[in-house]
């Protein structure tokens, strides 16, 4: 199982983020140098949001983004404000490994397949992020459906992967809700990473068994009670 340390942009800093709201944010400095924490404690690859864009504005943060791209040269998963193919293929073609589209995938879900079809579904990744069984969009501000049908529909479409966000859980360090996790994995064929909620390394262990594909991690790590190698052994 894959770890992804998470770094989360917003005005430019990299912040932590409590249930997604914006006035509780934690900010821990510039993006690069935590690209660099994590890189120098053995992370492999990095989970990045741009979450301006994710509240509308899609253009802010991209030179951040750049640079941690091309300043660590390690993979890179994007999301956050990619509302268009236009932006999708963009930033794959600067060299984001993977991208990950929630509204966008909701709002106009064969751009899946287009965007599979020309860079491989390998690089195309579907956000299920859920909040009581229904799948949240828009910067978590609307709910559009069950979480589940809507993953199908993701998969059908041409994902080649799904993130899924636990909403309920989400920033509050108090650990993961593993129902709706396994009932996501009996409901699809495709790698499912998890986010939400994992704070310490048995949340990882159960997440393990349970079939996930990766996991990212964000408050806990950040607030030093989860430990990125400990994270990783467990992974293991």
């Not at 492999?44 to 301006?52: G, I, Q, S, Y």
């Not at 929630?102 to 299920?128: H, N, Q």
């Not at 994992?198 to 607030?223: F, H, K, M, N, P």
Request: charged share 25%.
């Amino acid at each position: 199982m894959r770890v992804f340390p998470a770094v989360d942009i917003l005005k430019g800093e990299c912040v932590q983020l409590v249930q997604g709201k914006r006035d509780s944010a934690t900010v821990f400095g510039d993006p690069l140098d935590c690209a660099r924490r994590w890189l120098d404690l053995g992370a492999r690859c990095l989970h990045v949001v741009n979450l301006d864009g994710a509240f509308g504005d899609s253009s802010s943060n991209a030179q951040k983004i750049r640079e941690i791209v091309q300043e660590t040269g390690i993979e890179v998963q994007l999301g956050g404000g990619i509302r268009s193919y236009e932006d999708a293929s963009a930033w794959l073609e600067t060299g984001v490994e993977r991208i990950i589209l929630g509204t966008l995938a909701t709002r106009d879900p064969p751009v899946l397949k287009r965007l599979s079809d020309e860079f491989g579904s390998s690089r195309i990744m579907a956000g299920v992020d859920a909040r009581g069984g229904e799948i949240t969009i828009e910067g978590w501000q609307k709910s559009g459906g069950d979480y589940l049908v809507w993953a199908e529909r993701f998969e059908d479409m041409g994902a080649g992967a799904l993130l899924f966000t636990n909403v309920d859980v989400e920033g509050l360090q108090s650990g993961i809700d593993p129902e709706p996790v396994a009932r996501l994995l009996r409901h699809t064929r495709l790698p499912v990473t998890v986010a939400g909620g994992i704070t310490t390394v048995e949340d990882i262990r159960v997440l393990r068994q349970l079939g996930s594909s990766g996991v990212v991690l964000g408050s806990a790590l950040y607030s030093g009670r989860l430990h990125l190698r400990e994270a990783m052994e467990a992974a293991e």
